[in-house]
């Protein structure tokens, strides 16, 4: 093993000027303009659900669409805080009001609806496109998400991944719900939540974070 | 005027100085890099001593956490006290190491002494094999029986091999892969018997 000293002059040998992180909030609005682009691309190239206007005038739609914003907005606020050293975890239960408000709308009749859909699917087209929103907001979302936590591979990731996998499911829902006339919030959730839990098995059984992995690669 | 003298000028161990340190090694300066890693370094150590009872556990904690701050160092704000960031490093690289180690330990055995006393056991076991392998090197073929103790048992590299046998390395390649197969084939049918 190397001596301490050692190490220490190693480290101050040669440490070349580092460019400085950019505030959370910052950073958090840079991913949220990635996101209404996104979100915007896609609007131009499907268009907007045509009963949009009718959806947005009942209390349940907008509120639902509201708190799903929200708790994107505020979970990839909450993960990119609490990954930084001197930040409170207590951070990553700032998403935790709007989630309740978005699940308490999403209720019961959302999984039964997407559970009764499969076998009378009148459209298995609409569902397929549905399928691909879902993947076109998530996994470039997602992956940008990682890379901007990937200074925190050192600090038990584990919480920040699963907020990060949080903000991307709802970005991706309020997606879904502005071009698609189906709900799916449950479907989008089991998808992004399901990919971050499969994620962390992976980093489990590999005995390596994906932050790490990313971490190397893009830095 | 005495007393102005006598007045201490901010001491660059002084916690307050950290910020400013940090600062200018983030803009490249070593030299306020090297004192900042040597000034937190007793602060660090102590935060180690008391989370590891060991003190070559307390001193790999010491290095992980220096080795964190260097990686780490682009998300230091000098605007935010230097401090409660370095702490927050420290509490989470020696989480991180405890429960690595609480993990471990729960898969691995300590070996005692009854372990000892049979590991002992197969060190005959050793010998007669050894005497085995001998008989079995003797009774191959020269060029092979050449290649196996220069490429195994003094492990040398091809290259060594071919220029202390005159064989190409090709030839002792093919050589010692006759060899092992041979090797293999007489130990088993010594095992049979």
């Known amino acids: ?190 998808f992004n939540l399901g990919t971050v839990t499969l994620i962390l098995a992976i980093e489990w059984i590999w005995g390596r974070s994906a932050l790490a992995w990313l971490s190397r690669r893009t830095v | 005027m005495a007393a102005t003298l006598m007045r201490p000028g901010p001491r660059p161990t002084d916690p307050s100085q950290w910020s400013q340190l940090m600062a200018r090694a983030q803009d490249g300066d070593a030299a306020a890099y090297g004192l900042l890693l040597r000034t937190v370094t007793p602060y660090l150590r102590a935060i180690a001593s008391r989370a590891h009872r060991n003190a070559a556990d307390a001193e790999d904690s010491l290095q992980d956490i220096l080795l964190t701050l260097h990686q780490m160092r682009h998300t230091y704000d000098p605007a935010r006290p230097f401090k409660p960031w370095l702490a927050g490093i420290a509490q989470h690289r020696i989480a991180d190491r405890l429960r690595h180690r609480l993990r471990r330990s729960a898969r691995e055995v300590s070996l005692d002494f009854e372990h000892e006393a049979l590991a002992s056991v197969p060190a005959a076991q050793t010998g007669m094999d050894h005497r085995a392998l001998h008989a079995a090197l003797g009774s191959l073929p020269e060029g092979q029986r050449q290649a196996v103790l220069l490429l195994k048992l003094q492990e040398l590299s091809l290259r060594e091999a071919a220029a202390s046998s005159g064989q190409s390395a090709g030839a002792l390649k093919v050589a010692v892969h006759r060899a092992i197969k041979a090797l293999r084939a007489l130990l088993l049918k010594g095992d049979d018997r």
């Open chain 1, 1 to 190: 093993m190397i001596e301490t000293p050692e190490l220490i002059a190693a480290l101050a040998a040669a440490p070349a000027k580092v460019r400085r992180l950019h505030a959370p909030v910052l950073r958090a609005c840079a991913w949220l303009g990635l996101a209404a682009v996104l979100v915007a691309v896609l609007a131009l190239e499907h268009g907007l659900r045509p009963d949009l206007a009718a959806q947005l005038r009942k209390p349940h739609f907008a509120i639902s669409l509201a708190a799903s914003l929200l708790t994107g907005v505020c979970a990839v606020i909450a993960c990119l805080q609490a990954s930084l050293p001197d930040r409170s975890r207590a951070w990553l239960l700032l998403p935790l009001p709007p989630l309740a408000l978005w699940l308490s709308g999403l209720g019961y009749g959302c999984l039964t609806d997407w559970v009764m859909m499969e076998p009378n699917m009148e459209d298995p087209g609409e569902t397929l496109r549905c399928l691909t929103t879902v993947a076109v907001t998530s996994l470039p979302l997602g992956l940008a998400l990682l890379v901007l936590l990937r200074h925190a591979e050192r600090l038990r990731p584990t919480l920040l991944t699963l907020t990060a996998g949080l903000a991307v499911a709802a970005i991706a829902t309020l997606a879904l719900s502005l071009l698609h006339s189906i709900d799916a919030t449950a479907m989008v959730l089991l």
